[in-house]
């Protein structure tokens, strides 16, 4: 028996009994207290279950066909580990009381019980739960308001997205983020979010992209049993598990045309019906939207409401592309070398820091993420020189050659001794290679001794011919 449709209510609580008779009473004192019930007959049942039904507590007997309450217990917190399970039994000992503590079970009761005992010992795992949530939450609110967490800058337009956030994050208007690829909206919308008086509340992000639109209209809106092939229980949708916090819808350019005139309802009612549901839903969601498409284009295409264009753009929000604040980089260096450094910590040269501003960067900080990454995977030493950055980025301040021929007639209007040539070849070598002498002296065809030897040669040579 598997009976995964819960109704309505304050919370849900799953019963697991192989007894019909106790799951009928329980499931009739929790219902007069208003909580909704879900009932599963077994171990296997109850996972079945859990997959499918967001319970907020466990209730299970211990001695069951097949597996028992405890073993079941294991089985629950690698699924939801996060939902507590209170067992009963009749057969209740200190022993079993104990090792029902230690396969995870938040507590323990004893058959013959009290319904107030057992209300009691619910509640009590409710407020734990949500206790538990109530600090993760803000463990990850103080990790994201420590300065502006992960958003990261020095340049004039990124001062400005700081000044616009500490503006607009006590808000509850619409914010729209716009920006190329890889800028990073979502780092921007999350330290929105934990800027504020939300903070402690769910940050929910969904990419309208990842999920066709049909499945997109149930993961927001959320759905009842029965709504459609394979909907087999009632689901919440993100709106209502975003609620009093953040919903980031992004990729919002790539909505359906059916899904926006939904969604322009919701911003306007602030309430949600749920796939195949009869009643309305009021939700408290702020809702962020990023992008990296021209919506005003969009539009004039007939690819996107402009009336919920103007919803969700009350709060315009844009990151330009990290070619055009070069002076962010030294700061993003420093922080994905922290990020990616498994041996303690690495620098760059001037030289490969000086190649870094100088590339586009058509990827933005995700590419520049990618290169660093890359660059700490193939350096030698402690320090990342220009010959370990991506062959694209050391060749793109390269000036192109012309041809073999002009390549000779440059060198031949140096006019300089070949030794002198020599030695300001090796001293370029050096130069791209951020001093490092094992690298430089493997790219010049020489032995080290021998580059000591030329280096402090260098200078008698230069005074003997001025």
Known sequence: MLLCEPMEHRHTILIVDDDAAMRQMLESLFREQGYATVEAESAKAALECVRETEADVVLSDIKMPGRSGIEMVGDLRRVRPETPVVLMTAFGSIDSAVEAMRAGAFDYITKPFEPEAVLLTVERALERRALEEENRQLRRAVDRTSGFGDLIGESPAMREIFALIRKVAHSRSSVLITGESGTGKEVVARTLHYSGPRASKPFIPINCTAIPEGLLESELFGHVRGAFTGAHATKRGLFEKAGGGTLF??????????????????????????????????????????????????????????????????????????????????????????????????????????????????????????????????????????????????????????????????????????????????????????????????????????????????????????
């Open 249 to 466: 819808l992004d990729e919002i350019g790539d909505m359906g045309a059916g899904l926006q005139g939904k969604l322009l309802r919701v911003l306007q009612d602030r309430e949600i019906r749920p796939v195949g549901g009869t009643q309305s839903v009021k939700v408290d969601v702020r809702i962020v939207a990023a992008t990296n498409k021209d919506l005003e284009r969009e539009i004039s295409e007939g690819r996107f409401r402009e009336d919920l264009y103007y919803r969700l753009n009350v709060i315009p929000l844009h990151i330009p592309p990290l070619r055009d604040r070069p002076d962010d980089i030294p700061s993003l260096v420093d922080a994905f070398l922290a990020k990616h450094s498994e041996g303690g910590p690495r620098t760059l040269t001037g030289d490969a820091l000086a190649r870094l501003q100088e590339y586009p960067w058509k990827g933005n900080a995700r590419e520049l993420e990618n290169a660093i990454e890359r660059a700490l995977a193939l350096s030698d030493g402690g320090e990342i020189g220009v010959r370990d950055l991506p062959a694209e980025v050391i060749g793109s301040t390269s000036p192109e050659p012309s041809g073999e021929g002009s390549s000779l007639e440059a060198v031949a209007r140096c006019r300089l001794p070949l030794r002198e040539l020599e030695d300001r070849y090796i001293e370029e070598v050096l130069r791209q290679t951020g001093g490092n002498k094992v690298q430089a002296s493997r790219i010049l065809g020489i032995d080290r001794k021998t580059l000591y030897r030329r280096r402090l040669e260098a200078p008698r040579r230069q005074a003997a011919n001025s």
